[in-house]
């Protein structure tokens, strides 16, 4: 069993990693203060209600916990206010009160609802994650919740940490391919904008991650939330330094919404975005290494590093002058100057930015 | 012009209360490091936009402040997630970022929407009370945002602190006597639970206050703001002493509840309810005087005492087992010990409750 410890003072939690931590559910929450005379509030989606809610409920129960439960839809629309106030709806009716806690169960959508649900009922009570995703490693570590409004993603939210995170590796074996390379893409990232070595280890321990492999898994995890942890514990409202995790998040926020959030998985659109602010480092002056290295890296884990074709230009770049606001003619990146250390660099040229988008398409050539 | 602050270490907040403010609002706010960059949020509603919001955007565009405006329907109904969810899209429309500010213009229910959107656009920005009540000296202390849930009050909310209270005494002359009144009764409770001489003052310059006096007025709010500042300063996140605040509201919510919301303002509700909690003092064994002394002074300030004969016992019992968990059989209560002091107390039979709710009706008989 593997624990990081997110240090944030009197906020501070600890993530609990490793194999057949469901079956400990009842004690782990007992040894962290969540009471059973207060009713629980499960969220989760009806994905991961279908391989794990029934486990989940019955060790709660079998500890002494009433709990009431909400499944949402899985996906991202689940991410609305409309769902938020259903969910309020459910633990009003659970008779939850300001001594109870609310349980997500699932990925990065259900911790952001869930999260802040928390967050804001009776303004405010206590949260637990359970992540059952490998992307959730990084929603998981730092308190970060949220709904999406009509007109812009994670718009209304709250920062809430949680008195504990619960990452329980068994769960992670039903997930398809496809979000376990998505879920890597955010851990090699962390190894990228700040461990270049793990960030190699990642690309070398491709084959044992991408089948799961406990072991490696369990490593990657520890290591990936231990880096997004101490940038949070310096700077927990990102007012500076917790900028630079969001490597690739700008050009990659800007493909998934022109894809329509159903074209690329959000970890998919963010390597492609790694791959993007790769390049620009490139032809910003920094080694021609770094593309390739990151690249090889990416596609090792078997992620994209160029979109589709029928992406427009035109539109990724209103799209991301849409997501941040950007001085005229200058635009806000996370810069790799090397592979394990990023700049934030302010006044990137934007005609740099859209030759960058013109090459990163598939069968685009790459010009450094 | 007098100040309170509000002693809450790295969120502490002054308010100001004085005449003319609102011809000074630009110079307060960029003292107080309100940014003329990005743009600002003012809410307010129908009633007080007809009164004063041309003079509050004219001030504040000739020193150099950007804002956009939502103007809700004035009353409850707008302290709902669906108004929350339009004042958003107003903000994201009117471009507001990470260093912007919502300026609350109005009374409690403004402030408490206007608070919520700002503790929850991206996640928290600054906000700003410009209260236009009298009753809103007591929503202004505290950082207590909220809206409604259908099926509950303020149960979806969040602690957000402002970053200064601008009380401009000009503002209240237009309000009707009845929310007169109905302030009034937050002020004098803040006498009853920490101040029995405040609590007389506010008696025997009763016709002073309901007149809007401002010198008298301007005291009454620093009073009644300093003692809930001081409380809250003490217990900022209600986890004990702040529930003394209550005084009155476990019988006022539920006589606003079975009213439909709409037979009594908050304030006549509350001071139902502080009649109500003098009748159970005195029937658990405290002083006679103190109901006595406690109904001279509301009705000195033309505040009900009793409520009409139509709201049913029942109604009343079963709004407030719901408001609050109690547990079987006894209730827990903020009774004066005398005037100017309170204790909580857990175990109220509910059958002397319900003696007193039977008691506290138009015409009905008082028996100590």
Chains 1, 2 share one sequence.
């Not at 633990?91 to 009160?97: E, F, K, S």
């Not at 880096?227 to 700077?235: L, M």
């Not at 990023?342 to 934007?350: A, L, Q, T």
């Amino acid at each position: 069993m593997r624990i990081v410890t997110v240090d944030l003072g009197e906020r501070s939690y600890p993530i609990y990693i490793g194999q057949g931590l469901i079956d400990q559910i009842g004690p782990y929450f007992q040894r962290h203060g969540i009471s059973t005379k207060s009713p629980l509030l499960i969220v989760t989606d009806e994905l991961v209600a279908f391989h794990h809610l029934h486990r989940v409920e019955k060790q709660l129960a079998s500890a002494g916990f009433q709990t009431v439960t909400k499944i949402v839809k899985s996906g991202e629309t689940s991410k609305s206010l409309t769902v938020f106030e259903e969910v309020m709806t459910t633990a009003i009716q659970g008779g939850l009160d300001r001594s109870s806690t609310v349980v997500a169960l699932g990925g990065g959508v259900v911790g952001d609802l869930a999260g802040f649900v928390a967050a804001s009922y009776m303004r405010g009570i206590k949260f637990v994650q359970v992540p059952t995703t490998i992307l959730a490693h990084d929603s998981s570590v730092g308190g970060k919740v949220a709904v999406n409004h009509p007109l812009a993603k994670n718009m209304i939210g709250a920062f809430h940490q949680p008195e504990l995170v619960l990452y329980d590796l068994d769960t992670l074996q039903t997930l398809p391919p496809r979000d376990v390379s998505a879920g890597l893409s955010e851990m090699v990232k962390h190894g990228l904008i700040q461990d270049g070595d793990f960030a190699r280890w990642c690309r070398d321990h491709a084959a044992e991650l991408l089948s799961l492999d406990p072991e490696a898994l369990g490593y990657g995890l520890e290591r990936g939330c231990s880096i997004k942890a101490a940038v949070v514990s310096r700077d927990e409202r990102e007012n500076d330094l917790r900028a630079i995790l969001n490597l690739g998040h700008t050009i990659g926020h800007a493909i998934e919404a022109v894809g329509g959030y159903g074209e690329y998985l959000h970890g998919e659109a963010i390597s492609i975005g790694m791959a993007g602010s790769a390049l620009l480092a490139v032809k910003l002056g920094r080694d021609e290494s770094i593309y390739d290295e990151t690249v090889s890296m990416l596609t090792s884990l078997r992620l994209p590093v160029k979109m589709a074709n029928h992406l427009s230009t035109d539109d990724i770049m209103a799209a991301m002058m849409h997501d941040k606001k950007f001085k005229e003619g200058h635009m806000l990146f996370i810069i790799p100057d090397s592979i394990g250390s990023v700049s934030i660099v302010k006044d990137v040229p934007e005609q740099l930015v859209r030759d960058v988008i013109d090459q990163l398409r598939e069968g685009g050539e790459i010009h450094v």
